[in-house]
DNA sequence: CGTGATCTTGAATACAGTCAAAAACTGTGG
DNA sequence: CCACAGTTTTTGACTGTATTCAAGATCACG
């Protein structure tokens, strides 16, 4: 049971890779030669320890992290939020989210991707795909963090919530883990409201106003989004555009001279 | 005149490279031969228009600028602000943060720094310290939107106003631009609400209070910071170590479990 | 000197936070 | 299987921060 789910360990970062580009037999194979050294981690645990300041590369294999931001006075803000198939710590870019640790939100398993990291610095040329495949992740993982800078600027807290809830989907119908209009959604509502800079009871009251206008559906831990159009509506979503980075410049030219209007459709909600 | 601020183009960034790495005599030379198609911007006016979707890489010589990202009902959530001696557009590495266009918020000047980056591509043995200080600078513009996002999340518009002038105040003396506690700050209180999630009016009477509690002046453009011991305290901002990671993992253990009281200074301001 | 942009101020409103307590759900051990 | 303790969710009442609307003052610039 364990060592099947452990052999499988990678399939979720291989399918989400290939999603961005065909890779050969060969980088197939280093991808899915991941899996040793499986560890577990208990919820609250800090995962990548910085042993010499830089957090070892990890892959999720299952289980929720975030990228906490601890002020002074115990204020927190979660930077990123971490799913199955996504790895972890530094990868040698060095880039600052991927140095901040990371804390598991529910029980994790995680495997060392060093060996992955190690083989395409020491000899990347077979790679190029593989290189490129991960690059594109990356990218996309930067564009979810200037999304959430807008959605923490300037959207109201119903907008807010649709927004995550609407890329918490897309992103886990990638690795498989959505039915129909269902997904697993096993954060608090204290750390919604800790990512989404809101507070605990008001995450409450707009969810609950959510599910009062048959919207969404949320019991242990499962969210069943009953009017995906509405929910939309309110968010602003679009979901990346694999392809193309067309969808990374939305922007309409004299930006600065547009008046602004409040968003109908939140007064609907 | 004009032909000797030309010259000197590139000085601005070459201080900020010197500041985080040693460049040999061909390295200098490289950046300094930037300077060339030296381009004016209205205010107001796009700059790196994508013409096949990607920016091109451009220098600013003078003049600030912004990313802005425009929501479908106009409002518009600045990502990130632009000083001189900052390098924007796509230099390959295809960030989406490099992808999105900017906007001149004041008359600029910039000039193309293509031939740097395409010399680094073609061959960049002989630039090793070269590319690693732009790596450098690349993160602290990175560890920036980490902050920007914790403002955004977590901070009381006073707190998110102190952080961000402290930022600026900072970024500018990098390139030389403060003097004593002075700095040039030719953003409108509009800017700075698109910037910080605030509305102008909110911004206005924020600043009137920061200036009635003696803690800056602003006159014409210009900040002048009164007490800045005071401005630390309400931002709760830590310049970036230049030296090492350090300050990008300010995070307590047990991050979850912490309770959150308010911030004390505020209510003192 | 006039015109448009920017800043300032006031008043009313709305959105979100805080405090507090109760209800529902968890997982645990008896 | 139930009882219990801790966590998470829900609700109410109140407060406070920030927004909106509106109007007037000031500034920059041609």
Redesign the pocket.
């Known amino acids: 049971m364990a060592s099947s789910t452990l052999t499988l360990a990678p399939e979720l970062l291989l399918q989400r890779l290939r999603m961005v580009a065909q890779l050969n037999a060969q980088e197939v194979e280093l991808v899915m030669s991941l899996g040793q050294k499986p560890r577990r981690h208990a919820?609250g645990s800090l995962i990548c320890p910085k042993s010499d300041g830089s957090p070892l590369p990890r892959l999720i294999v299952s289980g929720w992290a975030s990228r906490p931001r601890i002020l002074a006075d115990g204020?927190c803000q979660v930077l990123s939020l971490q799913l199955p198939g996504d790895l972890i710590g530094d990868r040698g870019k060095r880039r600052p989210l991927a140095m901040t640790p990371s804390v598991a939100l529910t029980p994790m398993t995680t495997v060392s991707a060093e060996p992955l990291v190690d083989r395409l610095a020491r000899d990347p040329e077979p790679y190029v795909n593989l290189i490129s495949a991960l690059n594109s992740v990356d990218r996309i993982e930067d564009s979810q963090l200037l999304d959430h800078i807008v959605r923490l600027g300037?959207?109201?807290?119903?907008?807010?919530l649709a927004h995550c809830l609407l890329e918490l989907r897309h992103r886990l119908s990638l690795i498989g883990f959505t039915q129909r209009d269902t997904f697993p959604m096993p954060?608090?509502?204290?750390?919604?409201?800790d990512a989404l800079?809101?507070?605990?009871?008001?995450?409450?009251?707009?969810?609950?106003q959510l599910?009062?206008n048959n919207i969404l559906r949320?019991?242990?831990?499962v969210v069943m989004i009953l009017d995906a159009e509405k929910l939309e509506s309110i968010a602003d979503f679009s979901p990346p555009d694999y392809s193309s980075a067309r969808n990374l410049v939305p922007l309409r030219t004299s930006a600065?001279?547009q008046e602004?209007?409040?968003a109908a459709h939140?007064?609907a909600v």
């Not at 300037?154 to 807010?160: H, K, L, M, V, Y």
């Not at 800079?197 to 609950?208: A, E, I, Q």
């Not at 949320?218 to 831990?221: E, F, M, V, W």
């Open positions: 919820a204020r300037c959207q109201s807290a119903p907008e807010r954060l608090t509502q204290e750390t919604l409201g800079g809101l507070s605990l009871v008001h995450v409450n009251r707009t969810l609950s599910k009062r949320i019991r242990s831990g600065f001279s602004r209007r409040p939140v007064a």
